[in-house]
């Protein structure tokens, strides 16, 4: 355990170590989705800059920051290099999930070197079997994000419970000796430099320490969540909501950059026909005017969901289920209004947007991969929220 506990910046502190990252982001973010990977001194100027360490707990060299702190950091790196804010959400909010585990899971993570990170993949794409002192896991899963700088991994698998009774839906924290990452596995049109590979474990035991219920966090209203070592209300935000959250904000840093190039580039161009300055141009600065609300309302949404639920969580009051279902459908939306943001400014910029050396459509690009995203399903979250707005009982897990 290091009991060194680091020095805290300010929230406003870590932002603008962020905000000053995104210039040299921003002119490196086409060789990043090119080599399919996060560069390593992206990681590196992560971890030096304490992002990693927002979430994390104090007993293992953490911040334990508020998440809306983890928000704000993820637009800014986001709107520089959307995959380096992909790979950042993703590795940063595990460094979350693991203080809801036991602590001796945190111990073994940390215990010798609290830098150490851990990429995902949830769906229960693996088999798992409960043995004497634990899980037997094993299977393929596809899409972990930055596993390329990561040495453990979260691994989702369903647990037979006996005939008759519904699975249990796990996770897994598994240290790197025990599984491999499967190389040439993402080839994609968007966030191709998030590395997302595939990773197998051929047959390893998890202590069950190092597992969680993901159904249990799920049906778990936020009040009576069972805090052992780490106390901070932090660690009694619901599961989902924290991810849920993680995912639009990511996106909403990506339509922050598309709007702030796009300015940039029709600030100095002309129209071909009539050789009009086109920031002059009314058609473009209405364009420009809703795509940049829409990206903003985004950021609304997510930080007026963040405030709601740390209130209750601080409280120590149940999240009503209502709300909750509201919840993760407001965090879907905020994919949704960017997404219709970066359909107007590609638009915007005719022929000259969709060159492959304009970031105008990398950013678009990765945006749309982002809205594809499993948080991101407005079509099953928004039926659920307009039904239990409607008085009809709550359809699907919720944050």
């Known amino acids: 355990m290091n009991t060194a506990t680091p020095a805290i910046p300010t929230e406003e502190e870590i932002i603008q170590r962020a905000s000053a990252m995104v210039p040299k982001l921003r002119a490196s973010a086409a060789a990043c989705d090119g080599a399919g990977r996060i560069p390593e001194e992206n990681i590196q100027m992560f971890q030096e800059a304490g992002f990693f360490r927002i979430l994390q707990p104090k ?9 809306q702190t983890f928000y704000r ?57 409960k043995v004497d002192g634990g899980y037997q896991v094993q299977g393929r899963w596809a899409f972990s994000s930055a596993c390329d700088h990561a040495s453990w991994v979260l691994l989702g698998a369903m647990v037979p419970t006996g005939e008759g009774t519904p699975p249990d839906y ?59 070592t780490f106390t901070n209300p932090l660690y009694r935000i619901p599961f989902g909501g924290a991810f849920h959250n993680g995912v639009a904000s990511v996106i909403a840093g990506m339509g922050q950059g598309m709007v702030e190039v796009f300015c940039e580039q029709l600030q100095v161009r002309k129209d071909n026909w009539q050789h009009q300055q086109l920031n002059l141009n009314p058609a473009v600065q209405r364009r420009v ?111």
């Open 59 to 67: 007993l293992f060299g953490g911040y334990e920051m508020n998440p």
């Open 73 to 129: 950091v993820l637009h800014e790196i986001a709107s520089g290099c959307p995959s380096s804010g992909w790979g950042l959400m993703v590795l940063g909010i595990h460094n979350w999930e693991v203080a809801l585990l036991d602590a001796q899971a945190a111990q073994d993570m940390w215990g010798e070197d609290d830098t150490v990170r851990a990429s995902s993949s949830y769906a229960p794409f693996g088999k798992a079997a």
């Open 170 to 228: 796990r996770v897994f924290l598994i240290p790197r000796p025990d599984y491999e990452v499967i190389e040439n596995t993402w080839n994609v049109f968007g966030l191709s430099g998030t590395g997302s590979k595939a990773v197998q474990v051929k047959d390893a035991f998890v202590p069950a320490y190092r597992s969680h219920s993901l159904i249990q966090h799920f049906t778990d209203l936020g009040s009576d969540a069972g805090l052992k």
């Open 289 to 399: 005017q809703i795509a940049d609300m829409k990206v903003r309302s985004a950021k609304a949404l997510i930080r007026d969901f963040t405030q709601e639920v740390s209130g209750y969580v601080a409280r120590g009051e149940t999240i009503p289920m209502l709300k909750r279902a509201r919840y993760v459908a407001d965090a879907a939306s905020a994919g949704e209004l960017v997404s219709e943001a970066s359909v107007l400014l590609l638009r915007g910029t005719g022929g000259k947007g969709v060159m492959n050396d304009n970031l105008i459509q990398l950013f678009f690009r990765n945006i749309q991969a982002g809205c594809n995203h499993v948080c991101m399903d407005l079509d099953k979250t928004g039926v659920n929220a307009g039904g239990t707005l409607l008085g009809l009982p709550n359809q699907l897990p919720v944050s």
